[in-house]
């Protein structure tokens, strides 16, 4: 067990100071717990369940005959080097998304078409490895219920420092605040952000939470933000664009 504050760990900086276990190995008894990542996603509330999060021995990258295995504690940071440093395709969407590789998965995130999906193989959890086919996924939805303690990807050669520039540029209108990325996801056919934006929401604060100036869709922590400001907000907008469009927003943020 070790203490986790959420309010430094989390990429909001919102949450409680939990007791939170560390998997070493992959047991049936990690199940019981509710796993987290990077928190790059993540919305603690005071009184969340019981966590786990994979320790350092989950921190891997490997290539065997073809096939690169990566640990699911394994940041992304660390991925995009590798890739770079190896020639290999298809990682560059790493840049600038924040999470470990099982978080990652877990949310299938990615940028527009680029999806962690896109070129994964397997993944590992207590029932061994499992193929893509097996899977149900979508936009910013996988249905895997169990820890990931591995994926694995093909090896295609090549780098594309040209795709990695396109998503450099994607990011400039994002804020620099401390948020846990998009709020929601984009209904189809339209953008989150913009229907917020549309009901005035747009820069709406409540204590020390707000939705960007810059980017509707992004819940930012302005300073010392509190659970309750932030839930109050999301609720608020989920209740807005209900009223104003008649579509319900769906969450991205994952509260716990
Ligand atoms: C500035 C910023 C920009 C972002 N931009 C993007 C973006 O462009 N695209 C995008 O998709 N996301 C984006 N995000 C969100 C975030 O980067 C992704 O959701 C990422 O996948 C979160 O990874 P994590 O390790 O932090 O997961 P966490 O936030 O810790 O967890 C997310 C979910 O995954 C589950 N989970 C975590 N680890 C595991 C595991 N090992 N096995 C099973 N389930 C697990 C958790 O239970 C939770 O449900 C952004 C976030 C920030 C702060």
């Known amino acids: 067990m070790k203490l986790l504050d959420f309010s430094k760990y989390s990429s909001i900086k919102i ?62 940071g660390k991925i995009l080097s590798y890739a770079k440093k190896n020639d290999i395709a298809h990682f560059e969407i790493m840049q600038k998304l924040p999470g470990l590789l099982g978080g990652m998965v877990k949310m299938n995130a990615g940028l527009k078409e680029y999806e962690i999906f896109n070129y994964l193989l397997y993944i590992k959890t207590i029932n061994n490895y499992i193929e893509k086919d097996n899977i149900k996924f979508s936009y910013r939805y996988t249905n895997i219920k169990n820890i990931i ?44 952000g913009e229907m917020i934006e549309n009901c005035g929401l747009k820069g709406y604060q409540k204590g020390n939470a707000a939705f960007s100036e810059q980017h509707a869709n992004f819940l930012v922590n302005l300073g010392n933000a509190k659970f309750q400001d932030a839930l109050y907000l999301i609720e608020l907008a989920e209740n807005k664009v209900f009223e104003k469009f008649k579509i319900k927003l769906e969450k991205e943020i994952v509260i716990l």
């Open 149 to 192: 303690y591995e994926a694995v990807f093909k090896v295609e050669k090549g780098f594309n420092y040209k795709l990695f520039r396109y998503f450099e540029n994607l990011r400039v209108n994002q804020p620099n605040l401390p948020s846990a990325g998009s709020c929601f996801k984009n209904p189809k056919g339209y953008y989150a």
């Open 15 to 76: 949450g409680p100071t939990v007791k939170i276990k560390i998997i070493d190995k992959i047991k049936k008894e990690n199940e019981s717990y509710t796993i987290i990542g990077g928190a790059n996603n993540l919305l603690v509330s005071p009184n969340p369940p019981k966590l786990a999060k994979l320790s350092k021995s989950f921190d891997y990258i490997y290539q065997k005959d073809n096939l690169l295995y990566i640990g699911g504690a394994t940041p992304s």
